[in-house]
């Protein structure tokens, strides 16, 4: 691979609009990012049954190498909310709700409903990230560098242009601003769900292996 060349890492995600929000978060970086649908071969179902966001994405991202065989990355994220009791937080099951996995519609009906019960909610996002170069190279973090700013789920959904597989997105509002976070452009604001961590996370990965290929010329 030559200096100047992308370094390309599969995103272990079958979700295009997460997909497209990481190419946009990476894209002055020397790295090219494909997700599940490029590749030719079906991905294989991996569970996520781990016990924290770093555990499920550890899982995933190791799942995927062995499979096909090229460095890849994979995440998780989890939500919680200011005041309200441990049986109504989402945490790492944020679509799942006892026991039914939710469309999107049924996510933005459920979470409405918890916000036009207990009033806005103050919100936060927890993110994990785990990427495999190969199996002596795993590369890992889920520090608060991932996690997103507080922000507001409303009971008043967006009546704009949704985007599929960011449902959430739709009852999001910005603390500092009072706007959905769908009316804010890209300089406001990336989104709810993510923060400059990845950025900063790829960031240390690139020197790092600048550092080793260093070393070994």
Do not use: W
């Amino acid at each position: 691979m030559g200096e100047n060349e992308k370094i390309k890492l599969l995103f272990g995600t079958g979700n295009q609009a997460k997909l497209a929000d990481m190419q946009h978060r990476l894209r002055d970086l020397n790295i090219e990012i494909l997700g599940l649908r490029d590749m030719e071969e079906k991905a294989p179902d991996v569970p996520e049954d781990g016990n924290t966001l770093l555990e499920n994405a550890r899982q995933k991202a190791l799942a995927y190498y062995d499979f096909y065989g090229m460095p890849v990355f994979s995440c998780d994220s989890g939500l919680y909310f200011e005041g309200l009791p441990e049986n109504l937080q989402p945490g790492i099951h944020v679509r799942t709700v006892g026991g039914k996995y939710l469309t999107d519609e049924e996510m933005l009906a459920y979470y409405g409903g918890l916000a036009k019960k207990y009033g806005d909610l103050r919100a936060r996002y927890r993110n994990a990230i785990c990427l495999v170069t190969d199996r002596e190279h795993v590369y890992e973090t889920m520090d608060d560098t991932l996690a997103s700013e507080v922000f507001l789920i409303t009971s008043v959904p967006y009546s704009g242009v949704r985007h599929k597989g960011f449902p959430l997105d739709s009852l999001s509002v910005s603390i500092g601003t009072g706007k959905y976070f769908y009316e804010m452009d890209d300089e406001q604001t990336d989104g709810p769900a993510v923060s400059d961590g990845f950025r900063q996370f790829f960031q240390r990965y690139l020197r790092e292996r600048g550092r080793e290929r260093s070393e070994l010329s």
